[in-house]
């Protein structure tokens, strides 16, 4: 029922899209000739709406595209330790049934055939779904999540599941079930977390699209770690059932804050999975209804574009600065309208403060966790700072600023409680990068990380484009609009 009510309202617009997203990746395929018998290097690396359209044509077909990620794992895997749950033999036996379906003239969905991974932390029936969590080694799960149902049902098929840190509480990937994920660019450092499995994967070119999970920048933080892109919604409009800890019943919606939603290799494939896995969940499915705007833009010129390039509250990078100061100055020129001084009309401390309240209550277990009465007060004080950022978005289409305060820092598996990070040669609290990641999810706003280009060390930089309520298309919009100017999605070497 929850499926069948939100495709019915979704087809017409889901089949343009799936469609214009066809023609855009067959044009774009023209770069790559002869891609899927001969160069396998590539192949890894392409879009998920450019696997999906030579799927579709039967350029390759879904064993062959599945064989050729399986055999990347294997061969690339043991440096990253990135999947970390592995189900080839049902991901075969998948791709058969979609090679047969496409032979008889059938079609599951826009996304038929591709092999992909996801955040171990999604149910998945049959795999084990523990967060990380050693005491729930041997839990497995007896349902799909909404998400893969979703995916599923757009004719996807699963590889495995990428790794996490324990509880999801972490900017690394590590817990005692999986081990450590390294990041492909330099793999002493972090892939972030708490996505950093799925960060690494896409980047290393071992999956075809990836999901993640976003309370504290857990998507976003990757995504600008590993040079991919990664989409936090706006709250609510992405069922997490089935994205629940072990133990926990899998209701429709998780806890505030908390979100799912997808990260890729391009803002393309962002857009095309928002459409598919945006919608009610089981108990709100029978009145329930989402339109989510159209993008506010079709180019960079006119648009009106703030930054927030640096906080006396998490002090950022001096390369991530002016990576963002650069950034606004290229805008100017192709037209668009640019302020490093507008914010919205509030103090950030106080915002950060409530954002924190909320966060801790709900992330440091029983016995600390808020009373409702705090929680009340809390709710009441964001309701005034979410009413600020709406009138903010009167004036601004998007709203530019870092997601973490450094590029990818080296693995540091020391006591939680007494890291530090180093920034500008200074060391600073290690949990005060999550200042970047408040700003967004307080408030409910979406937000879309999008690569830049690298650090002088050759390490990626990411930033992201947040938007208001509701303007999910909007931030994904500017962020392709972005890989026109700055390149995009780019592989990390040694992959090959």
């Known amino acids: 029922m929850e499926r069948g009510r939100e495709m019915s309202k979704k087809t017409s617009r889901r089949s343009f899209l799936y469609q214009a997203g066809a023609v855009?990746?067959?044009?774009?395929?023209?770069?790559?000739?002869?891609?899927?018998?001969?160069?396998?290097?590539?192949?890894g690396y392409l879009s998920a709406v450019q696997l999906a359209a030579m799927l579709r044509a039967k350029d390759i077909s879904s064993e062959e595209l599945t064989r050729h990620f399986i055999s990347r794992i294997e061969k690339h895997d043991k440096k990253l330790n990135a999947v970390v749950v592995r189900d080839f033999e049902r991901a075969l036996a998948a791709a058969k049934q979609a090679d047969a379906m496409l032979a008889k003239g059938n079609s599951a969905g826009p996304l038929h055939g591709l092999p992909m991974t996801i955040k171990e932390s999604y149910d998945i029936a049959g795999l084990p779904s523990t967060w990380g969590v050693p005491q729930a080694a041997n839990a497995i799960a007896q349902t799909d999540s909404a998400v893969v149902e979703r995916f599923k049902a757009a004719g996807a098929?699963?590889?495995?599941?990428?790794?996490?840190?324990i509880n999801l509480g972490d900017f690394q990937s590590y817990n005692a079930i999986y081990g450590t994920t390294n990041n492909p660019w330099d793999t002493t450092r972090t892939p972030g977390g708490s996505s950093g499995g799925s960060a690494a994967a896409l980047a290393a070119g071992l999956t075809g699209l990836e999901s993640g999970s976003d309370i504290g920048g857990s998507i976003r933080n990757p995504a600008h770690f590993c040079g991919v892109?990664?989409?936090?919604?706006?709250?609510?409009?992405?069922?997490?059932?089935?994205?629940?800890?072990?133990?926990?019943?899998?209701?429709?919606?998780?806890?505030?804050?908390?979100v799912v939603g997808p990260m890729a290799r391009s803002a393309e494939d962002l857009?095309?999975?928002m459409?598919?896995?945006?919608?009610?969940?089981?108990?709100?499915?029978?009145?329930?209804?989402?339109?989510?705007?159209?993008?506010?833009?079709?180019?960079?010129?006119?648009?009106?574009?703030?930054?927030?390039?640096?906080?006396?509250?998490?002090?950022?990078?001096?390369?991530?600065?002016?990576?963002?100061?650069?950034?606004?100055?290229?805008?100017?020129?192709?037209?668009?309208?640019?302020?490093?001084?507008?914010?919205?009309?509030?103090?950030?401390?106080?915002?950060?403060?409530?954002?924190?309240?909320?966060?801790?209550?709900?992330t440091t277990g029983p016995g600390a966790e808020l009373k409702y009465f705090d929680y009340t007060v809390l709710h009441g004080q964001r309701g005034a700072f979410r009413m600020a950022w709406q009138k903010f978005?009167?004036?601004?289409?998007?709203?530019?600023?870092?997601?973490?305060?450094?590029?990818?820092?080296?693995?540091?598996?020391?006591?939680?409680n007494a890291r530090t990070l180093l920034t500008n040669g200074e060391p600073r609290p290690y949990f005060e990068q999550v200042f970047w990641a408040g700003l967004a999810t307080l408030c409910y706003l979406p937000s879309t990380v999008f690569p830049t280009g690298l650090s002088q060390s050759g390490l990626p930089i990411g930033l992201q484009a947040m938007g208001a309520e509701f303007d999910d298309r909007t931030t994904i919009e500017f962020a392709r609009l972005m890989a026109n100017e700055l390149g995009g999605y780019q592989p990390p070497p040694g992959f090959a």
């Open 393 to 416: 978005f009167l004036d601004w289409d998007v709203l530019l600023c870092p997601i973490a305060t450094t590029p990818a820092f080296p693995q540091d598996e020391s006591d939680i």
């Open 271 to 273: 857009a095309l999975s």
């Open 275 to 362: 459409d598919l896995l945006a919608g009610p969940n089981l108990l709100n499915a029978p009145g329930w209804q989402l339109n989510l705007p159209p993008a506010r833009m079709s180019s960079l010129r006119g648009l009106r574009v703030a930054i927030w390039a640096d906080d006396p509250l998490a002090p950022v990078s001096t390369e991530i600065v002016e990576r963002l100061q650069n950034i606004g100055s290229t805008l100017s020129k192709l037209g668009a309208k640019v302020s490093d001084t507008a914010r919205p009309a509030f103090a950030a401390a106080a915002s950060h403060e409530t954002y924190a309240g909320i966060l801790f209550g709900i």
């Open 157 to 165: 098929h699963f590889l495995g599941k990428t790794n996490v840190p």
């Open 229 to 258: 892109y990664g989409h936090k919604p706006t709250h609510g409009i992405v069922s997490s059932r089935g994205h629940q800890p072990p133990g926990v019943p899998p209701g429709p919606q998780g806890p505030d804050l908390a």
């Open 24 to 43: 855009a990746a067959t044009a774009a395929l023209g770069g790559w000739p002869g891609i899927a018998r001969s160069s396998s290097t590539e192949l």
